[in-house]
Nanobody
Framework: VQLQASGGGLVQAGGSLRLSCVASGRIFSTYDMGWFRQLPGKEREFVAGVRWSSTIPSYTDSVRGRFTISRDNAKSTVYLQMNSLKPEDTAVYYC????????????WGQGTLVTVSS
Protein backbone atom coordinates (compact mmCIF):
# COMPACT_ATOMS: atom_id res chain seq x y z
CA VAL A 1 0.00 0.00 0.00
CA GLN A 2 1.31 3.43 -0.92
CA LEU A 3 -0.06 6.68 0.45
CA GLN A 4 0.28 10.17 -0.99
CA ALA A 5 -0.72 13.05 1.27
CA SER A 6 -1.23 16.63 0.19
CA GLY A 7 -2.91 19.86 1.21
CA GLY A 8 -0.58 21.20 3.85
CA GLY A 9 0.59 24.78 3.91
CA LEU A 10 0.74 28.02 5.83
CA VAL A 11 -2.46 29.45 7.27
CA GLN A 12 -3.32 32.07 9.85
CA ALA A 13 -4.89 31.12 13.14
CA GLY A 14 -8.61 30.65 12.74
CA GLY A 15 -8.24 29.54 9.16
CA SER A 16 -8.93 26.22 7.48
CA LEU A 17 -7.11 23.61 5.46
CA ARG A 18 -8.14 20.30 3.95
CA LEU A 19 -5.66 17.49 3.78
CA SER A 20 -6.06 14.66 1.29
CA CYS A 21 -4.46 11.25 1.16
CA VAL A 22 -4.74 8.91 -1.80
CA ALA A 23 -4.06 5.23 -1.18
CA SER A 24 -3.09 2.55 -3.65
CA GLY A 25 -4.57 -0.89 -3.43
CA ARG A 26 -7.67 -2.52 -4.78
CA ILE A 27 -9.46 -2.93 -1.49
CA PHE A 28 -9.27 0.58 -0.04
CA SER A 29 -12.82 0.18 1.19
CA THR A 30 -11.67 -2.44 3.71
CA TYR A 31 -8.92 -0.28 5.22
CA ASP A 32 -9.24 1.68 8.41
CA MET A 33 -7.70 5.09 7.76
CA GLY A 34 -6.10 7.51 10.16
CA TRP A 35 -4.40 10.86 10.43
CA PHE A 36 -1.51 11.41 12.81
CA ARG A 37 0.71 14.39 13.44
CA GLN A 38 4.12 15.05 14.81
CA LEU A 39 4.71 18.37 16.51
CA PRO A 40 8.24 19.75 16.70
CA GLY A 41 10.17 17.84 19.33
CA LYS A 42 7.25 15.56 20.15
CA GLU A 43 6.18 11.99 19.49
CA ARG A 44 3.80 11.25 16.66
CA GLU A 45 0.23 11.37 17.92
CA PHE A 46 -3.14 10.18 16.73
CA VAL A 47 -5.43 12.90 15.38
CA ALA A 48 -8.40 11.19 13.76
CA GLY A 49 -9.45 7.84 12.38
CA VAL A 50 -12.28 6.37 10.36
CA ARG A 51 -13.17 2.71 10.13
CA TRP A 52 -13.62 0.94 6.84
CA SER A 53 -17.37 1.23 7.29
CA SER A 54 -16.91 5.04 7.68
CA THR A 55 -19.56 5.17 10.36
CA ILE A 56 -17.31 5.44 13.40
CA PRO A 57 -14.90 8.39 13.24
CA SER A 58 -12.73 9.06 16.26
CA TYR A 59 -10.75 12.13 17.27
CA THR A 60 -8.24 13.17 19.82
CA ASP A 61 -9.74 15.58 22.30
CA SER A 62 -7.75 18.59 21.15
CA VAL A 63 -9.25 18.56 17.65
CA ARG A 64 -12.76 17.26 18.28
CA GLY A 65 -15.29 19.77 17.00
CA ARG A 66 -12.73 21.47 14.75
CA PHE A 67 -11.46 18.66 12.52
CA THR A 68 -13.51 16.24 10.43
CA ILE A 69 -12.22 13.04 8.87
CA SER A 70 -14.02 11.57 5.90
CA ARG A 71 -13.35 9.11 3.13
CA ASP A 72 -14.33 8.57 -0.47
CA ASN A 73 -13.88 4.90 -1.26
CA ALA A 74 -14.51 5.46 -4.96
CA LYS A 75 -11.47 7.73 -5.05
CA SER A 76 -9.43 5.74 -2.51
CA THR A 77 -9.00 8.98 -0.63
CA VAL A 78 -9.27 10.06 2.97
CA TYR A 79 -9.64 13.71 3.95
CA LEU A 80 -9.01 15.77 7.03
CA GLN A 81 -10.93 19.03 7.10
CA MET A 82 -9.30 21.30 9.64
CA ASN A 83 -11.17 24.39 10.80
CA SER A 84 -10.46 26.98 13.48
CA LEU A 85 -6.79 26.16 13.28
CA LYS A 86 -4.54 27.12 16.16
CA PRO A 87 -0.77 27.65 16.29
CA GLU A 88 -0.50 24.48 18.37
CA ASP A 89 -1.83 22.51 15.40
CA THR A 90 1.44 23.22 13.60
CA ALA A 91 2.91 19.83 12.76
CA VAL A 92 3.73 17.37 10.04
CA TYR A 93 0.56 15.42 9.33
CA TYR A 94 0.67 11.78 8.23
CA CYS A 95 -2.03 9.55 6.87
CA UNK A 96 -1.95 5.87 7.68
CA UNK A 97 -3.65 2.59 6.80
CA UNK A 98 -4.63 -0.22 9.08
CA UNK A 99 -5.26 -3.40 7.15
CA UNK A 100 -8.15 -5.71 8.04
CA UNK A 101 -7.39 -7.62 11.23
CA UNK A 102 -4.33 -5.58 12.12
CA UNK A 103 -3.89 -4.14 15.60
CA UNK A 104 -1.69 -1.26 14.48
CA UNK A 105 -1.48 1.05 11.50
CA UNK A 106 0.63 -0.74 8.91
CA UNK A 107 1.46 1.83 6.25
CA TRP A 108 2.30 5.51 6.37
CA GLY A 109 2.36 8.39 3.95
CA GLN A 110 5.25 10.80 3.59
CA GLY A 111 3.73 13.60 5.65
CA THR A 112 2.55 17.08 4.80
CA LEU A 113 3.52 20.16 6.80
CA VAL A 114 0.84 22.37 8.31
CA THR A 115 1.99 25.69 9.74
CA VAL A 116 -0.45 27.90 11.62
CA SER A 117 0.72 31.43 12.30
CA SER A 118 -0.60 33.52 15.18
Amino acid sequence: VQLQASGGGLVQAGGSLRLSCVASGRIFSTYDMGWFRQLPGKEREFVAGVRWSSTIPSYTDSVRGRFTISRDNAKSTVYLQMNSLKPEDTAVYYCAVRLPGAAMYNYWGQGTLVTVSS
